[in-house]
């Protein structure tokens, strides 16, 4: 099942630079949040900061805390990398890794993380979460062939199944349609709704017709102005946000008025 996450006074920091600032929200268990807003207003930097992938950024830091179920995973004693394990990415374009077959891309982080697994184990898993990502009929005959061999709707599919197969609490999709055509898009819609049965889903996204489509909340951040930290506007369920926003921000930016 999935984790609620609960973020409290966050501040995101890059240097001296103060990126976004004073982020307070609550993400539900088995439910997809959606985040909107304009362009650098700092939805995907807070996107990151839930599995500390802003970190990889040199002088990269934040202030505040982001707790899973309770946890905080800024604590001195937390390892990154086990957050990481339970707080799993998917990035705006599909990454298989490209000297890789399709089964030892699904069995990447399994192998990163250290974990033995037998011959039959590795191949049930594979399975599993092929068939999770839905593309277990599309590949199941070639899985030895390379992933990068796949279509763009296909590979990210193949992400989501690499994401999966590490059997983490939380999912976070950085634009995960982007780059897709609408029938590839759809087919990653539908699989995002599947998915939040067994997981906490976190989608960063430019398109207000998804967020309107595929998500239970939605989180509009923004800016005050050029070079001003971006923040939170305002947090509500999905239908309460696009039919009546508390603030005029967020009407005006999803009427397309700017953004």
């Not at 277990?136 to 899985?143: A, I, P």
Request: hydrophobic share 40%.
């Amino acid at each position: 099942m999935g984790q609620r996450i609960d973020v409290n006074h966050l501040n995101v920091y890059y240097g001296d630079f103060l990126a976004v600032e004073d982020v307070n929200m609550a993400v539900e268990p088995n439910k997809v949040t959606a985040f909107i807003g304009p362009s650098g207003c700092g939805k995907s930097t807070v996107l990151r900061t839930l599995d500390r992938m802003h970190e990889i950024i040199p002088g990269a830091y934040v202030k505040g805390e982001v707790l899973l179920e309770g946890q905080n995973l800024y604590a001195p004693d937390v390892d990154p990398v086990s957050v990481r394990r339970d707080v799993g990415m998917v990035f705006q374009r599909a990454n298989p890794f490209p000297t890789m077959s399709i089964r030892d891309n699904v069995l990447a982080g399994v192998r990163l993380n250290n974990k033995k697994i037998k011959q039959s184990d590795a191949d049930d898993l594979v399975e599993w979460a092929l068939r999770g990502a839905n593309l277990w009929v599309e590949v199941k005959d070639r899985l030895d062939k390379p992933g990068i061999g796949l279509s763009g709707g296909q590979q990210q599919r193949l992400c989501i199944a690499r994401a999966v197969a590490v059997h983490p609490q939380v999912l976070l999709m950085d634009e995960p349609c982007s780059a897709l055509d609408p029938i590839s898009t759809l087919a990653v819609e539908d699989l995002i709704n599947e998915l939040k049965k067994d997981y906490t889903i976190v989608i960063v996204t430019h398109n207000m017709q998804q967020a309107a489509r595929v998500s239970d909340y939605t989180a509009f951040f923004n800016l005050r102005a050029v070079g001003e930290p971006g923040h939170l506007v305002e947090m509500n369920d999905t239908n309460t946000i696009f039919s009546n926003p508390e603030q005029e921000d967020t009407e005006r930016y999803i009427s397309g008025r700017f953004g």
